[in-house]
């Protein structure tokens, strides 16, 4: 049978082995993450392209944003006056003219930011 002091010994040993095991461990997925990263770099147009992504998914919401009004206002109109389907056919058109006058202005704006963003010297392109 063992004694108190002869137990805490041995789990003190065994806590010791075990963050042993757990930094040799560490060290081992380290080294794979780094041997994975030379192989497989990241490619330096993912910001770039996440933000392009992102202004194409603006652009439409525009698009659709505007349909999506002038359809809803061309229903109720045509409900409220009984003038179906004039109502919703010219707000439909409507909303389809705003909502591409809406990626225009974006679409511009968008532009000129990015034409600013060139010249800065902070500029992950590299690109002058």
Known sequence: MKTPTEHT????EERSADKADLAALDAKIRAHAKAHQQKN??????G???TAIGMAFRLSTELVAGLVAGGIIGWIVDDQLGTKPWGLLTF???GMAAGILNVFRTAQKLAADA???VGKPDDPSGDK
């Open 115 to 117: 034409a600013a963003q």
């Open 48 to 50: 770039r392209r996440s």
């Open 92 to 94: 439909f058109f409507l």
């Open 41 to 46: 770099p990241e490619p330096a147009e993912t």
């Open 9 to 12: 010994s041995d789990a003190s």
